[in-house]
């Protein structure tokens, strides 16, 4: 089994900034892919930004050029650094991450942690 423990949230103004963490630990064979996802009230989850092992960062446009994800493999923990933050942005976070094993590969998710934009 894998943890993951985010950090950060809050309550910020609009154009504020916002850094969330999240530290993956247990039984860690390679992780592979680390994200973060939101999910608004009445909304589906979404994408908000994945990175891959070799730090390569994927982002929808709603988020691009204000979001930023990077992650220490050494730690294995993903942050997410948000900048000119929207009341639009307001929503529970969650982390993900890809355990790759010998005979297996699991996603696991955080407990979420809530991120409120005031206008």
């Known amino acids: 089994q894998v943890q993951l423990v985010e950090s950060g949230g809050g309550l910020v103004q609009a154009g504020g900034s916002l850094r969330l963490s999240c530290a993956a630990s247990?039984?860690?064979?390679?992780?592979?892919?680390m994200g973060w996802y939101r999910q608004a009230p009445g909304k589906q989850r979404e994408l908000v930004a994945t990175v891959t092992s070799g730090g390569s960062a994927n982002y929808p446009d709603s988020v691009k050029d204000r979001f930023t994800i990077s992650r220490d493999n050494a730690k294995n923990t993903v942050y997410l650094q948000m900048n000119s933050l929207k009341p639009e942005d307001t929503a529970v976070y969650y982390c993900n991450a890809q355990n790759v094993c010998p005979r297996y590969i699991h996603d696991y998710w955080g407990q979420g942690t809530q991120v409120t934009v005031s206008s």
């Open positions: 247990g039984t860690i064979c390679t992780i592979n892919d």
